[in-house]
């Protein structure tokens, strides 16, 4: 099994940073259905520094959700390595670094994917990050940031020179955002280059593709995405396939809508509702993906702001499903996260 800078990782399926979806309850309910490594979205060093209230929520950590990776974003060492002090008083089980954001609202600032047209300017940043803190540091990136600038392998290497713990390598170009198909090509490239663990990222939607990537890449680890909105059991048939071979049924109806209730008062708990109710209604429809009958519901939660009366909706909704409401639902290609993820 992987090792990460000293944390062996129970199985190789890890949950990606996913900006605006891996809060605090979903990384503990991707923990609790399977998965191995979770981490949180990427957090800026410049909002750190400053200490700015939002920003700091996004570092709090609970016991139950380890391992968990903080991952960061910034453009210069100095305000990176003060960014990453903090994160490490906080003691995650590792610090990881976003080199991979196509954001142009970050990558103008030289950060995020920008990092991958300067694979030297990427290891000093690194480099600096590793000697100020007592944490794995890990880094994610991208395969480049066009076609005429593949640079994961290079960026890789400068990487482990500067003493990452771990490499995860999402196979498209900044130029790609999470469009065309993720290269697999290039994440063995990266796994050629170096010799600390790297995890494979992009297009891994079912538990043969995550087989078929560890088989064809070579890579320690696979890292899962857009997969897991909605549908965080992935994580579990993933694991168990990888195990057994056997594919498990989907969630049912009844799971979806019990794990939607469940997770909208994790979020209350630790939100406040006003804001819990508003950030869940895209992650409801998530969930609400495949459940029979689900449309008018969805459109009602998108309206409804008091987090008891979108609990009650959706358990109504359950009830009135009857027996269906254990078959297993039909899953649905995921969502097109272009517009949303920009
Ligand atoms: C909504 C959304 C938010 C994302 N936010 C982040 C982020 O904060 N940090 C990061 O490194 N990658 C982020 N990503 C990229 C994912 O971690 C991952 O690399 C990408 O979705 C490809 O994996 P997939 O095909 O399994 O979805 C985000 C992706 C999506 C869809």
Redesign the pocket.
């Known amino acids: 099994m992987p090792t990460i800078g000293g944390i062996r990782l129970e199985h190789p399926v890890v949950m ?7 809060d605090l309850p979903f990384r503990l309910i991707a923990r609790e259905l399977g998965a191995a490594l979770v ?4 957090v800026s060093a410049k909002g750190i520094c400053y200490g700015n209230r939002k920003t700091l929520k996004l570092l709090e950590t609970d016991p139950a959700e380890r391992p968990v990776g903080l ?1 960061i ?1 910034g453009g210069e060492a100095a305000v990176m390595v003060e960014a990453a002090r903090h994160v490490a008083e906080r003691r995650p089980d590792l610090l ?1 670094i ?4 196509p954001v142009p609202k970050i990558t103008r600032n030289d950060e995020g994917c920008a990092l991958m047209l300067d694979p030297k300017r990427a290891g000093r940043m690194v480099r600096a990050v590793v000697e100020a803190v007592d944490l794995p540091v890990t880094a ?1 990136i ?1 395969k480049g940031w066009d076609e005429n600038h593949v640079t994961a392998p290079e960026v890789a290497r400068e990487l482990e020179r500067a003493g990452v713990a771990a490499i ?1 390598i ?1 196979g ?1 170009t900044r130029e790609q955002f ?1 469009s065309g198909r ?1 290269d697999w090509g290039i994440i063995r490239l990266v796994k050629q280059a170096v010799d600390v663990p790297v995890i494979g ?5 079912t538990p043969q593709d995550a087989a078929r990537m560890l088989e064809e890449t070579g890579c320690d680890a696979v ?7 909605g549908d965080p059991w992935i994580f579990r048939r993933v694991v168990h396939y990888l195990n057994t071979g056997e594919l498990l049924p989907p969630p049912s109806s009844r799971d979806k809508l019990t794990m939607a209730v469940r997770h909208l008062r994790m979020a209350v708990q630790f939100k406040g509702e006003y804001t819990a109710v508003r950030e869940m209604r895209r992650p409801i429809a998530w969930y609400l993906k495949g459940v029979p009958r689900a449309n008018r519901l969805k459109q009602l939660v998108q309206r409804l702001d008091k987090a008891e009366l979108v609990a009650e909706a959706l358990m109504e909704h359950l009830d009135s499903l009857g027996a269906q409401a254990d078959e297993p639902v039909r899953l649905q290609p ?1 969502t097109d ?1 272009q517009e ?2 920009a």
Not at 39 to 42: F, K, M, P
Not at 98 to 101: A, E, I, L, Q, R
């Open positions: 990606a940073p996913m900006a605006g979806v891996t981490y949180s979205e990427l991952q974003f990881d976003n080199m991979g954001c994610k991208r995860a999402h498209r999470y993720a990222n992009g297009d891994v939607f890292m899962i995405g857009r997969a897991c909105l995921p996260m949303e993820a």
